[in-house]
């Protein structure tokens, strides 16, 4: 993939696909900091962690979003994954105007914190 391009009555705007990539990662740790409980709630503390993000361009036109991510024990992913996949979404419309086909979230890894290890 290279570079796409939005065409406006004023004019093109260009961008490399390894913007939409940066935009990804960056709604992934706003998401999660805004989100974070206060050290002083209790311990189940929901972050994340991207490991990787793959953009690649769909069959259908526009693009697929992979993303791959850590959690840490307790967190809830039936609530947080679909909030989490439309934020991503979102963004990359207002950002780009590219239609999102997909946006597939691969938990590689729970996290357990260490006192719950023996």
Do not use: C, W
Request: glycine share 6%.
């Amino acid at each position: 993939m290279g570079n796409h391009q939005i065409v406006t009555e004023l004019g093109t705007i260009s961008f490399d696909i390894d913007a939409i990539r940066s935009l990804v990662r960056g709604t992934i740790s706003e998401y999660f900091a805004s989100n974070k409980k206060s050290a002083n709630e209790s311990s189940d503390i929901t972050l994340l962690e991207a490991n990787g993000t793959q953009i690649s361009e769909s069959k259908q036109g526009g693009i697929d979003v992979d993303v791959y991510i850590d959690m840490l024990y307790g967190a809830q992913l039936p609530e947080i994954i679909p909030d989490l996949r439309e934020t991503i979404h979102n963004n990359i419309l207002a950002f780009a105007d590219l239609s999102v086909q997909g946006i597939n979230i691969h938990v590689e890894k729970i996290r357990v914190p260490e006192r719950y290890q023996t």
